[in-house]
């Protein structure tokens, strides 16, 4: 079976670097575009990214650009999400997911991640 | 960037009833490159369409897709209780990648 595994909800305060983690099973880690998204407490869905682990290759929106940084292990099937100074607003659920191999829609998606960033 | 608008905001319905969910976009993006997705309450989002009218493996017949240029339509012919959910529509045809605010469908 096809699953991506998030790592647990974290408590971080302001300032402090967090990377959390997807982990992919049932099938070729590398071949797969793996994509992030936010969805904040009560509101919608945002693309943060995506990452090819077959030569990490990275693909950032403009919002997020510059705010986290995308990157995979492919030695472990793993993608990382991380960010080196967190901010209260960075408050959130995070997804990873599994793109269509010819298209940006996403298949499969991990169960969320739930970061908590408060002094 | 592609905005994509969803309407109604809620949707309140009987079970057997037809829903019809709509998604706007700002411009257009390429039609085929819209997918919509259902998000149940405390779980992730699911893959429901692609392609604008394409199910994904496992999606009952009775959810559909259908637009093109900027006009989408999401359709659960006759519901049912555990479609209780939030339904975003997303574009893929322009980067970056956009979704809409969402749809949420409530049973009466």
């Known amino acids: 079976e096809v699953q991506l595994v998030q790592s647990g909800a974290e408590m971080k305060k302001p300032g402090e670097s967090l990377k959390i983690s997807c982990k992919g099973y049932?099938?070729?880690?590398?071949?797969?575009?793996i994509g992030w998204v936010r969805q904040m407490a009560g509101k919608g869905l945002e693309w943060m990214g995506t990452?090819?682990?077959?030569?990490?290759?990275?693909r950032y929106s403009p919002s997020f650009q510059g705010q986290v940084t995308i990157s995979a292990d492919r030695s472990i099937n793993t993608a990382y999400l991380q960010w080196s100074s967190l901010k209260a607003s960075d408050t959130a659920m995070y997804y990873c997911?599994?793109?269509?191999?010819?298209?940006?829609?996403?298949?499969?998606w991990g169960q969320g991640t739930l970061v908590s960033v408060s002094s | 960037e592609v905005v994509l608008t969803q309407s109604p905001g809620t949707l309140s319905l009987s079970p057997g009833e037809r829903a019809t969910l709509s998604c706007r976009a700002s411009r257009s993006f390429g039609s085929s490159h819209l997918a919509w997705y259902q998000q149940r309450p405390g779980q992730a989002p699911r893959l429901l369409i692609y392609?604008?009218?394409s199910r994904a493996a496992g999606i009952p017949d009775r959810f559909s897709g259908s637009g093109t240029g900027t006009d989408f339509t999401l359709t659960i012919s006759r519901l049912e209780p555990e479609d209780l959910a939030v339904y975003y529509c997303?574009?893929?045809?322009?980067?970056?990648?956009?979704f809409g605010g969402g749809t949420k469908v409530e049973i009466k």
């Open positions: 997911a599994r793109r269509d191999t010819t298209s940006e829609h996403f298949q499969v």
């Open positions: 997303q574009q893929y045809g322009s980067s970056p990648l956009t």
């Open positions: 049932g099938y070729s880690f590398t071949s797969y575009w």
């Open positions: 990452i090819y682990p077959g030569d990490s290759d990275t």
């Open positions: 392609a604008t009218s």
